[in-house]
Structure formats: structure tokens, C-alpha cells
T-cell receptor, first 112, second 113 residues
Framework: DTEVTQTPKHLVMGMTNKKSLKCEQHMGHRAMYWYKQKAKKPPELMFVYSYEKLSINESVPSRFSPECPNSSLLNLHLHALQPEDSALYLC???????????FGPGTRLTVL | GDSVTQMEGPVTLSEEAFLTINCTYTATGYPSLFWYVQYPGEGLQLLLKATKADDKGSNKGFEATYRKETTSFHLEKGSVQVSDSAVYFCALSDRNQGGKLIFGQGTELSVKP
């Protein structure tokens, strides 16, 4: 299995909702990442997990809460989002933090 | 800090034309360099990589050579196809940055039949 999977593919939520994004990989990678991508822009790093511990938080607002339950899974919990948080959310993984990263297909999030 | 600069798009080519997308970088350490491709509505796919000076990465007819002396990693393809239409991102990863991928702004390529 050489891919990163993300669910759901699309998500529409109101500003008072709580939802979660899920990411999974079975490549034995020990680093996992969350990125946010706006249209026609490069991905912006949000969080890095290395060996299931949070190693980088790029000053992301607390309405985004990451969780790494085990080495294969990465979640992003969403609460009280704003319309400007609408974007493509990408998950990635790599064998170690400085190796090439493999991206999932993303979750297209719309906040109403 | 580290940075990546790509040529601006969009780039429009006819099928079978030669492609060059310029990428230069600034880094304090010894970075690895990558090209990623993003097709419409999809995530990023790793196209090729190079981990040290003079390495040449290649995949699907695309090539790029890690040039330390000119701090460049230009992407080339001898004959583009309509299916190559996508956004291409040059990126670097430096061990000193803890795993952060530094991306260029992306270059949109459109190939016409």
C-alpha cells in the first residue's frame, strides 16, 4: 500500500459545527503533516507529527486541533471555523521528517 | 530563511513542445529538492527528487538536475502532452527545518493540442 488516504473528500460545515478530517497511511512512515491550500497557491504547513508527537505547530488558530492516535492515523478536529478557513486540506506522510513527502487527495472544506 | 522562486505562469505550450520551468532556491544548509505536480481537483504528486548536488531526478519524461553552483533545479521535458497540463511546484526540504517543505509559488502549465 503506497498511498495516503483522506476522508471525507468534501465537507460543508457551519460556523458552529464540530467536524473531523481523517488521514491514513500504511507505508510505515513516522512523520505526518497537515497542510492548508487555497486556490492557485502552494500548500501552507499547519502541523507536523514525528513519531506520533507534535513537533511543529505553525501558529495555527486553536479552532484547528490535530491528533495522532497511532503511527498510521492523523486527525484534524475542526470547531467554530470561519468562512476564510474554506480551503483544500492536505495530509502528507514521509518516512522521516526530512524525507520526501507523499500527499493524499485532500478534503475540500467549505465553511458557511 | 530558506526560499524557493519559480517562474511565473501560466505557461501555454503546444503539444510536443519543449518545456522548461525555472526554479532557484536559497538555503542555509544542504537541502533536498523536489518537483511536485498537482492535477486539477487532486492532491500533490511527487514527480521527482534530488538529494545532493549534481543529482539528476527523472520520472515520466521529466528531468531536473540539482545545480549547487547556480542554486537551481529547473524542470524540463522534451515533448509535452495535453495530459501534462497541471500546476508544478518546486520545493526544498532542509534537515535544519524539521521537516518543513518550502514551496515555490507554483507554475500553471496548459498544453494545447
Amino acid at each position: 500500500d503506497t498511498e495516503v488516504t483522506q476522508t471525507p473528500k468534501h465537507l460543508v460545515m457551519g460556523m458552529t459545527n464540530k467536524k473531523s478530517l481523517k488521514c491514513e497511511q500504511h507505508m510505515g512512515h513516522r512523520a505526518m503533516y497537515w497542510y492548508k491550500q487555497k486556490a492557485k497557491k502552494p500548500p501552507e504547513l499547519m502541523f507536523v507529527y514525528s513519531y506520533e508527537k507534535l513537533s511543529i505547530n505553525e501558529s495555527v488558530p486553536s479552532r484547528f486541533s490535530p491528533e495522532c492516535p497511532n503511527s498510521s492515523l492523523l486527525n484534524l478536529h475542526l470547531h467554530a471555523l470561519q468562512p476564510e478557513d474554506s480551503a483544500l486540506y492536505l495530509c502528507a506522510s514521509s518516512y522521516l521528517v526530512y524525507n520526501e513527502q507523499f500527499f493524499g487527495p485532500g478534503t475540500r472544506l467549505t465553511v458557511l | 530563511g530558506d526560499s524557493v522562486t519559480q517562474m511565473e505562469g501560466p505557461v501555454t505550450l503546444s503539444e510536443e513542445a519543449f518545456l522548461t520551468i525555472n526554479c532557484t532556491y536559497t538555503a542555509t544548509g544542504y537541502p533536498s529538492l523536489f518537483w511536485y505536480v498537482q492535477y486539477p481537483g487532486e492532491g500533490l504528486q511527487l514527480l521527482l527528487k534530488a538529494t545532493k548536488a549534481d543529482d539528476k531526478g527523472s520520472n515520466k519524461g521529466f528531468e531536473a538536475t540539482y545545480r549547487k553552483e547556480t542554486t537551481s533545479f529547473h524542470l524540463e521535458k522534451g515533448s509535452v502532452q495535453v495530459s501534462d497540463s497541471a500546476v508544478y511546484f518546486c520545493a526544498l526540504s532542509d534537515r535544519n527545518q524539521g521537516g518543513k517543505l518550502i514551496f515555490g509559488q507554483g507554475t500553471e502549465l496548459s498544453v494545447k493540442p
